[in-house]
Each structure stands twice: as structure tokens, then as C-alpha cells.
């Protein structure tokens, strides 16, 4: 059974920092593209970072410079470094892990709240 489980949500004041974590359980993690989206209400799902399993990375404009997206694969586990927050990046994160080649899959975690105060 695949558990994906996110931790690290909170309150913070803008310009304040917060770490997000994602650790997956059944699943085979190293061969696994990672990312994290967000999503506020009445908005679709937003991509905020991604790191394939080679290691590539990829961010939107509205969050380079500041979010930075790591993994380790020996724990199962990714994270996503939030830095100088802004009130906009409020919402609920997400964190994905899927594969699209041979043994394709798509899994959610539960989601974790992260709100900035102004």
C-alpha cells in the first residue's frame, strides 16, 4: 500500500521561512519523478517545483530564487525549502510522486496547509 505522509505546514509571517516533507512509503522512490503543487480554493492545482529521478529540476517563475526542492532518496523522502514567503503563497501543498515509463503511477499526499500572514 502506497502512503505518501507531508509534514511542516504552519502559520509564518511574510518574509519568513517554512520546510515542507514528504516521506513515501511502498513505493519505489529512487525511480520516482517528485513534486510538489499547491492549490487554493476555487483555483486549479499549481506546480511549484519537481526533481525527476536523475535529479533535474524545475520551477515557475513565480517561485524561483526562493523554493528550492531536494530529495533523499535513501529515506524515502523530499522536501521543499520555502524562503522569503509571500502572503500569495498561501495554500495547500501537495507532494506527487509518479513515474510515466514502464510501472506508470501517480500518487497525492494528504496535502499540508501553509499560510503567510501579512
Known amino acids: 500500500q502506497v502512503q505518501l505522509v507531508e509534514s511542516g505546514g504552519g502559520l509564518v509571517q511574510a518574509g519568513g521561512s517554512l520546510r515542507l516533507s514528504c516521506t513515501a512509503s511502498?513505493?519505489?522512490?529512487?525511480?520516482?519523478?517528485t513534486n510538489w503543487y499547491r492549490q487554493t480554493p476555487g483555483k486549479p492545482r499549481e506546480l511549484v517545483a519537481g526533481?525527476?529521478?536523475?535529479?533535474?529540476?524545475y520551477y515557475p517563475d513565480s517561485v524561483k530564487g526562493r523554493f528550492t526542492i531536494s530529495r533523499d532518496d535513501a529515506q524515502n523522502t523530499m522536501y521543499l525549502q520555502m524562503n522569503s514567503l509571500k502572503s500569495e503563497d498561501t495554500a495547500a501543498y501537495y507532494c506527487n510522486v509518479k513515474r510515466d515509463k514502464i510501472l506508470r503511477y501517480d500518487y497525492w499526499g494528504q496535502g499540508t496547509q501553509v499560510t503567510v500572514s501579512s
Open positions: 526533481i525527476t529521478s536523475s535529479g533535474n529540476t
Open positions: 511502498g513505493i519505489l522512490f529512487s525511480i520516482s519523478d
